[in-house]
């Protein structure tokens, strides 16, 4: 299952690698506006202020990248990559507040259960890491999904297939960790030379972006098999 898993979504991401740069420009462009480093050099009445703007950034970041998860499995299903499909999750019927909500209270659980042991963390990310695509699916049936079904529905999602779907993502991930440490390993070999680094940077962050494609891809694959 995995292995069809990566096999499939490498062979969209080779043929549709631009349009799927394409577009995650917007989510992109959100999520460049968020700075939360910057609280640490603020105080008083722009702190507050800007701690506002931190928040309704991530709330928007949190539609978009839902909605662009939700396009390029839409994109995948039909056979056509558009750059429209990065903003289906904008259709009234997908009721966006909901989509905001969830993937919200999703991640404050998450972060509460980093805060206790990094084994729960783990296991509500594998149980509502397919959220997206379940709802959706609902969606197009004609269901009114609400935040508790949205909840529920992306844990049974994954039900019988949880190990199956952290194996997926721990490949992933050792390989996001590789494209991480690598840099600092050659940069600190070459005592911090600025061409180097900056040769360096643009080398890794390419990978980058075609790992992030290769991993969306192989979610929806994933799932439309557990689906069947």
């Known amino acids: 299952m995995i292995a069809n898993a990566m ?44 701690s506002i703007f931190e928040l309704i950034v991530g709330l928007v970041g949190i539609l978009f990248s ?40 999703m991640a404050l659980a998450e972060a509460f259960a980093t805060l206790l042991f990094i084994v729960p963390r783990v296991i509500l990310s594998v149980g509502w890491g397919l959220w997206m695509y379940s709802y959706q699916d609902n969606i197009e049936a004609g269901d009114e999904v609400g935040i508790t079904q949205a909840f529920t529905d992306a844990w049974k999602t994954t039900k019988g297939y949880k190990w199956n779907f952290f194996g997926l993502q721990l490949l992933f991930f050792c390989m996001y960790m590789v494209l991480t440490i690598l840099p600092t390993a050659i940069t600190s070999a070459f005592k911090g030379n600025g061409i180097v680094v900056a040769v360096v940077s643009v080398l ?9 494609f290769w991993n969306s891809a192989a979610q929806i694959i994933f799932y439309r098999e557990i689906k069947k």
Do not use: C
């Not at 991401?13 to 603020?42: R, Y």
């Not at 056979?79 to 993937?103: E, Q």
């Not at 890794?204 to 992030?212: A, K």
């Open 7 to 50: 096999t499939k979504s490498w062979e969209v991401v080779k043929k549709h690698w631009w349009m799927m740069f394409l577009m995650g420009i917007p989510a992109g462009i959100v999520g460049a506006f968020s700075d939360p480093s910057m609280l640490l050099k603020l105080q008083g009445m722009q702190r507050a202020l800007f």
């Open 66 to 105: 839902a909605s662009l998860a939700m396009g390029y499995a839409k994109s995948m299903q039909t056979g056509s990559f558009k750059f429209k499909n990065a903003f289906v999750a904008f259709n009234r019927k997908y009721n966006w507040p909901v989509i905001i909500l969830v993937g919200l209270l």
């Open 204 to 212: 890794v962050y390419i990978p980058m972006i075609i790992i992030s």
